[in-house]
């Protein structure tokens, strides 16, 4: 199989890149398009050390991941929708009303 | 109570009723007095002074019996301090027995004269309602006389002798809207105060010998002092101030120099009030006191001549006073200081029979002679303004008389001599009952004031320590036939100086019957004490208080022989006074307006003698204005000034002001205020800044939940 640092560090990329964009993208889809990115990254490392410790408790975990992943995708959209119902963008600069 | 009944103590156990009769006829006639009306008080009060007298015969009739050995009833605990017991005990001996029958007697025959008198007394002053409480005051002296008399400590004896003050200053008062001659003003009140000043000194003299003697003695009653005093070991000293302080003490209450300026203004008071407190009885008190003291006063050789001294110079001093008065109570009351003087006198030689029999022949000479004056007075002013027939207080216009209507606008002195004169054709009863008084008390032969005076002074002859109070006394006894002569001579005598006395009227029978009763008693009662072998019991008198005398001083009472000598030198001084005073008053009688012959004739000197030789104005400049003025610089500089404006209102007050702006406008205000304005403010920028990070952007938010994580991995992978 390949070197685990491979693995690793593509998982650490994903994530890092993940994480860029929840912090600098304006759309909200994209933003939710990041944090899938760093939950898959996360999935990715679990299936490597699974496959490396021969142990299948990794691959399992994946699929708590992916589920929560969807659950969470629903609700998110769900919330988007609502947003734009009431601001017609869904740019979450727009949405600081609760500026303080 | 039946007389077969009674064991050996007799009637003993009724000797507090000489207390509680008078208290409860007072208390009666405090509740139901207003509603009873005149006749319910006069027969309450009198009936309570009556009574007391039925107790005192029996305390009497007791002692009889027993052959005059003293008895003592507790009848209450009262004081109890440690070891120190004062118990309400009542004495009965021959000596406070003397003292009862006196005070209760007398005070039942003015009790009687009052009911009269008063109820003109009260309409002429205008103010009826007033009758009932003349007689609350009345019974209430005779309840705190009998205290006086029948205690068995000093300090039972001073109950009585404080309460007795207090009456006299009641009754002299009784009229403290009035001056003494019916005006409005204040002199009878001020003259009140100064009867019960003065006897505040003597007390205060009084109290000081308690003191001493409880601090020597250990105990104030008179069972345990007296045996102990008899047999005297200590310090002279100490009986030299016991006795000095006593005799202030009576000097204040028995009007005697320097204390007697009280009594001449207490005639203020109404004329039985004179007669009962300020003759009879209350002003003896002081004699008694000597007398109960007797063994005090024999421990000490000098103590007698200090106390006969005092006396015999105030009965001399006292009788030249009243050679120049013109009222006719205030001779009285001179004379009464000088006989007073007599009976000191005695009591300090050691002539305790002979001042005891003086006391109670003068009680009953001078209250007649009282008595009979109010009824001169009464007469005279009944002759000037008469009363309606009803009784009712004369009202302005409504006389039956219009000769009278001019009088209105003068002043009128009812108790003026020079307005009298002739009266023994008008007011004749008065008249013989005022000769008997007047007797008596010059010292003639057979009256009784004759027998009780001649034995002063016999005693005053053999008198060791001095020739000078036998003397001082002759002379007295001169002054006194001459004044009392000089009296009758102007009153009864010559004709009527104003028309008032010449329509001059005899008084009820209510006045008139008291006056004889004690004219008989003036008359005969000399004969208790008579001083031959032959004829009445000889000194009988003299052995009945010898039975408290021999047991209190522990030797046998000495009886001088009767001098003949001594007598008919008495008898022929008092004779030729009298007609000196005839010369003088009676042959030629003063016309109305003119002046006093002896006026004329001594000039200055009746000036003096008029004056009171200047002794109220002595004591005013001397006592009276020095402690006015340092009692008013006390209030006005000392307190007003300086305590209350300098100290008080500047110096705390306005400091405490200052100190409280201080600490409120530069403190409070200033720092405080500041501190908790600046805590305000911090926390409001704090505030602001901190909102400064709820910017509403979730791009910023993101990245603090990143940096957060960031964080706590770094450090728990980095440094764990």
Wanted: proline letters at 4%.
């Amino acid at each position: 199989m390949v070197p685990i640092e491979y693995y690793v560090g593509l998982s650490a990329v994903l994530f890092t890149i993940g994480a860029l964009g929840v912090l600098t993208r304006r759309n909200a889809i994209i933003i939710f398009m990041s944090i899938e990115l760093m939950l898959n990254s996360a999935n990715l490392l679990f299936i490597a050390f699974a496959r490396m410790y021969e142990n299948l408790g990794g691959q399992i975990f994946v699929f708590f991941v992916m589920t929560v992943a969807a659950a969470e995708v629903a609700v998110g959209l769900a919330l988007i929708v609502a947003v734009f119902r009431t601001k017609e963008t869904i740019n979450i600069d727009e949405a600081s009303t609760l500026k303080g | 109570m039946l007389l077969s009944e009674t064991t050996t103590t007799g009637f003993l156990e009724l000797v507090p009723w000489i207390v509680f009769f008078p208290a409860i006829g007072l208390l009666l006639n405090i509740i139901f007095g207003r509603r009873w009306g005149e006749l319910g008080v006069a027969i309450t009060a009198v009936s309570a002074s009556a009574l007391s007298l039925a107790v005192s015969v029996l305390q009497f009739i007791t002692l009889r019996a027993g052959h005059g050995e003293a008895l003592t009833y507790q009848f209450a605990e009262w004081l109890r301090i440690g070891s120190f017991q004062i118990p309400w005990e009542f004495r009965v001996d021959t000596l406070s027995v003397t003292m009862m029958l006196v005070v209760s007697g007398v005070g039942t025959l003015i009790h009687l004269y009052a009911v009269g008198y008063m109820h003109f007394d009260v309409r002429y002053k205008g103010d009826p309602k007033a009758y009932a409480r003349f007689f609350i005051y009345m019974n209430l002296f005779i309840a705190m006389m009998m205290i006086l008399v029948s205690g068995n400590s000093y300090l039972m004896l001073f109950v009585g002798w404080e309460g007795v003050g207090l009456c006299s200053f009641l009754l002299i008062g009784f009229w403290f809207t009035k001056n003494p001659n019916g005006t409005e003003g204040t002199e009878n009140s001020y003259a009140a105060k100064k009867a019960f000043i003065a006897n505040r000194v003597g007390d205060f003299g009084f109290l000081m010998a308690m003191f001493l003697t409880f601090w020597h003695f250990g105990t104030l009653s008179f069972s345990e002092i007296f045996p102990e005093v008899a047999h005297y070991s200590g310090p002279d000293s100490l009986i030299w101030w016991i006795t000095g302080l006593m005799l202030l003490g009576v000097t204040g209450k028995s009007a005697q120099i320097p204390l007697y300026v009280w009594l001449p203004d207490a005639m203020a008071g109404p004329t039985p009030v004179s007669a009962l407190i300020h003759a009879a009885t209350m002003v003896t008190a002081g004699v008694y006191l000597i007398a109960r003291s007797a063994p005090v006063f024999n421990a000490v050789e000098g103590a007698h001549l200090m106390v006969a001294l005092v006396g015999a110079a105030t009965a001399l001093f006292a009788a030249t006073i009243a050679v120049g008065q013109f009222d006719i109570k205030k001779v009285l009351a001179y004379s009464t200081v000088s006989q007073l003087g007599f009976m000191v006198a005695a009591v300090g030689m050691g002539a305790y029979v002979a001042g005891m029999f003086h006391l109670v022949t003068h009680a009953f000479f001078k209250a007649l002679l009282f008595l009979a004056s109010g009824s001169v007075i009464l007469a005279v002013e009944r002759g000037h303004h008469p009363l309606e027939e009803t009784g009712d207080a004369p009202t302005g216009g409504a006389h039956g008389h219009d000769s009278h209507h001019d009088d209105h606008s003068e002043i009128f002195d009812p108790q003026d001599m020079r307005n009298m004169g002739g009266l023994r054709k008008k007011i004749p009863w008065t008249f013989w009952t005022y000769m008997a008084g007047t007797l008596a008390l010059a010292g003639i032969v057979p009256f009784a004031g004759f027998w009780s005076k001649d034995e002063i002074l016999l005693d005053a002859s053999h008198f060791e320590l001095t020739s000078v109070v036998y003397w001082l006394l002759v002379i007295a006894a001169a002054f006194t036939a001459f004044y009392m002569g000089r009296q009758v001579w102007m009153v009864f005598f010559g004709e009527p100086r104003h028309h008032a006395a010449k329509e001059a009227k005899e008084s009820p029978w209510t006045i008139l019957v008291p006056l004889v009763i004690l004219a008989l008693l003036a008359t005969f009662g000399g004969f208790m004490n008579w001083p031959f072998e032959q004829g009445l019991e000889p000194h009988a008198f003299g052995h009945w208080l010898g039975y408290t005398l021999e047991a209190s001083t522990g030797h046998e009472l000495h009886i001088p022989e009767f001098s003949f000598s001594v007598a008919i030198q008495s008898t022929l001084i008092a004779v030729a006074a009298i007609v000196l005073s005839w010369f003088i008053y009676g042959r030629k009688p003063m016309k109305a307006g003119e002046t006093d012959p002896l006026q004329k004739a001594l000039g200055p000197v009746f000036k003096g003698m008029n004056a009171k030789w200047w002794v109220d104005e002595f004591y005013q400049a001397v006592f009276l204005t020095p402690y006015e003025k340092l009692a008013k610089f006390l209030s006005q500089t000392v307190d007003w000034n300086f305590w209350h404006d300098w100290f008080h209102e500047k110096g705390i007050r306005d400091n405490f002001q200052r100190l409280a702006n201080f600490l409120a406008n530069p403190i409070d205000l200033g720092v405080i205020d500041k501190i908790s304005t600046l805590l305000a403010r911090g926390a409001q920028n704090s505030g602001s800044l901190l909102s400064k990070l709820q910017t509403g952007f979730v791009r910023n938010y993101a990245l603090a939940v990143f940096t957060g994580v960031v964080v706590i991995l770094g450090y728990l992978i980095l440094l764990r």
